[in-house]
């Protein structure tokens, strides 16, 4: 006899029930960054790299010399996409003005996962201005791994995440994140 996923083996003097569990996790893998200064005047890329450590621990190091300091109005545009016959977009492409979001984050939910994501290893945290180079240290995948593996359950595939940096209305930098969720 078969019920809803358990089996029941029928013996002739009781029953013997027999239950399965099966916990689905994915993993994050970043394969590669790509950091582009649109402005050369405006802002240069020391260095953008994806270290790796080993097989499967790899982490993000960027730094970004600000060349005209202090900036005090930034937009980031910020959007997912899913590897289906080359990348198209998947889910979110979100626009936000970072100066006011990052005074009340409670405003864009996505965006808050994404400055989580880059809170604790970056000097990115706080509201403009920013008079200051700006650099990520150290970004592994662990956050990602919690929340869009586990929380948010994000299908297995290929990702491209990609950050347009506005600032005064003009696009200063690219940059764009694959990873595989697998």
Known sequence: LAYRGCIFNKTPTNFIISVSTFQVNSLIEFSS??????????????????ERVNKTFKYITAKVLLLQKPVSKVRINAALYKRTNGYTPYLYNVTVDACKLFKNLKTQPVAKLIYDFLYSTSNINHSCPYDHDLYVN???????????????????GDYLFQMHWIAYKINRAVIKLYFLIK
């Open 33 to 50: 960054l790509i950091c582009e200064s649109v402005d050369k005047n405006f802002d240069e890329f020391e260095y953008c790299r994806l």
């Open 138 to 156: 150290h970004l592994t995948a662990d956050y990602l791994n919690s929340h869009l593996t586990h929380i948010l359950t994000f299908p297995k």
